[in-house]
């Protein structure tokens, strides 16, 4: 989805951040990042990791994505590494919104590249002032599928007045989230990148849906995998997070189910 800018100079090195945490710092330390990019949740623990002694690295560039970048993760960044901070706030669909500049409080939007409107219950306007029930964006990049007046489901507030920074592009604030979609079977805690990452690497894959079970997990794919293999992929995912003899069933659907009003998926379903 993203270019990377590099040079002759320099190496990208990729790591699975839906290994257990253990595996992910060893990665993390072999490399010894000078940028780092990541979920905003592991790249927190790496900087809660640093600063207890279990993990020497001092990246000069660190960009959070994918998760809100809540403020105890925010603290353990600046603590532990001092250095430039940049939040990224995006969607599949579209691709980036807004970007944080390190200066000031909450992030640019990328207005060469998407409109936002924020808009009440009924899909009317609000002013900058008055809350919005939610945020409608339309994508200007994407030719091929264009995504227009797409609702994201995010509240966002804009920020008044001129950053110091100098980027003339309107700020929204730091989006909130939840981080309720991690799946908790007793003490072990398995989060949804363990199965996104062999259900989201999957070319046979279009679509899934992953519903918590007290023993595992049911899985709605549309496509046409390999519903043996997905299943036995999944459980040794789940297994590498201390999950013991996980119960994963498979299905292969036409369609999801999604919420009525506003066409979203919700791809994880923890119990509750």
């Known amino acids: 989805m993203f270019d990377v800018p590099t040079t002759a100079a320099m190496q990208t090195v990729v790591i699975e951040a839906g290994a257990p945490f253990d595996e ?4 993390v330390a072999e490399a010894r990042p000078t940028h780092l990019v990541g979920y905003s949740s592991v790249v927190g623990r790496l900087a809660r990791a640093t600063l207890a002694g279990d993990l020497a690295i001092r990246p000069v ?4 994505n994918s998760e809100p970048l809540f403020e105890d993760d925010r603290r353990a960044i600046g603590r532990a ?16 919104h807004a970007v944080s500049c390190s200066e000031g409080p909450g992030l640019h939007v990328c207005e ?4 936002l409107e924020r808009v009440d219950d009924r899909g009317a306007p609000v002013g900058p002032g008055e809350p ?6 339309t994508g200007l990049a994407n030719r091929t599928f264009p995504f227009i007046r797409y609702d994201l489901g995010d509240q966002v507030a804009l920020l008044p007045g001129d950053c110091a920074c100098g980027s003339e592009f309107i700020r929204v604030a730091d989006i909130e989230g939840r981080r309720d979609d991690d799946f908790r079977y007793g003490t072990t805690v398995v989060p949804p990148v363990a199965f996104r990452h ?3 690497t999957d070319p046979t894959v279009s679509e899934y849906q992953v519903t918590q079970t007290p023993r595992g997990a049911d899985i709605l794919v549309v496509g046409n995998p390999d519903p043996a293999g997905v299943t036995a992929a999944l459980s040794g995912a789940l297994a590498r ?16 189910p999604r919420h009525e009003s506003s066409g979203k998926l919700r791809r994880f379903v923890p119990l509750n």
Request: aromatic share 6%.
């Open 61 to 64: 560039r660190v960009s959070t």
């Open 241 to 256: 997070y201390g999950v013991a003899d996980p119960k994963i069933r498979v299905r292969i659907v036409a369609r999801l």
């Open 112 to 115: 060469d590249e998407v409109i």
């Open 198 to 200: 062999v259900l989201g």
């Open 24 to 27: 992910v710092r060893a990665a």
């Open 81 to 96: 590494w001092d250095c430039a901070l940049h939040n990224l706030w995006g969607s599949t669909e579209i691709g980036v």
């Open 132 to 137: 919005a029930a939610r945020t409608l964006v």
